[in-house]
């Protein structure tokens, strides 16, 4: 019998797979370009799996761990349809293409909207 010291994971192998093994988001060079001064423009994704909302906003953090611009602001479950859903912001500055490209790809994603709003100052 054996005693496992690191718990299993189920939401690992259940995740990955859904974005075609990516773990890991390609890193840019180039500082971040300011196309929208004083705006945020964010992404509000929904998943077919309330379930995945935790472990997919996790793996988002870890993709932009080195982009200050952009921050997972919330996750959870929707309240109507109880799908779940995630909200990803840039500070001024455009979405991601390769973001939405990789969200049009993969099957976990319901649906997804981009959108705008002015940052308050103070």
């Known amino acids: 019998m054996s005693q496992r010291i690191i718990p299993y994971s189920f939401s690992v192998e259940r995740i990955y797979p859904s974005f075609s093994g990516m773990t890991e988001y390609p890193q840019f060079t180039a500082a971040p370009v300011i196309t929208r ?6 992404i509000y994704i929904t998943l077919h799996d309330p379930d995945a909302a935790e472990e997919t906003a996790a793996m988002f953090d870890r ?14 479950t929707s309240d109507k349809q109880g799908l779940g859903f995630i909200i990803v912001e840039y500070l001024e500055c455009d979405v991601d293409q390769l973001f939405t490209a990789i969200l049009n790809d993969v099957a976990i994603v319901a649906d997804y909207t981009v959108y705008g709003r002015d940052l308050m100052e103070g």
């Open 37 to 42: 001064p004083g705006q945020a423009q964010g």
């Open 63 to 76: 993709w932009f761990a080195t982009r200050s611009e952009i921050s997972v602001v919330d996750y959870g």
